[in-house]
């Protein structure tokens, strides 16, 4: 029932037009993973590589969070990845307001279906997008406690790849994650 509850979600996002994104998408990207994971992870929006493939994760930022994945034991296959934003915007740019509050409803609608133990936000997207936060920095490497959920922000695998200083931040809290996850044994 919740693989049903979850591909009919899947088509309705794909066939959004809610936001004016729809026009220069080449795919939506719903997300993927198990319908049942008990980790997810939420990004920003797709880029373009995710937006030719309809793919969450699979460009260079998508590359090097498979690297941070492999350094905690975390199969890609368990998680669930996502972003708040569903449709690529146009020269990679931030999302607007409107444009998360358009796809903001398939996010949480995801989250009740999934029922995740721990969400990993990455970067400030999520963050805001979730917890009305907006310096990651000031809550990154700790998890808050919300609604029965444990989330952990930190930064986005785009932010670790362009700048050392957050990449060894990054990598640091994926230790913490770590050890969170094997704490709730969840891996």
Known sequence: MIFLELEKLNRIIRNCKKCELWKTR???????GPQDARIMFVG????????IEGRPFVGPAGKF????????GIKRSEVFLTSPLKCFPPRNRKPLPKEIEACKPYLLKQIEIIRPQIIILLGEVALETLLKRKDVSNVRGKPIEKDGII????????AGMRFPKIREKLLNDFMKLKKIIQKLQLS
Do not use: I, Q
């Open 65 to 72: 969070l498979n690297k941070l994945l492999e350094s905690t």
């Open 151 to 158: 989330y952990f922000p930190t930064y986005h695998p785009a």
């Open 26 to 32: 080449t795919n939506a990207v719903p997300g993927e």
């Open 44 to 51: 920003m929006a797709p880029g373009r590589t995710e937006d």
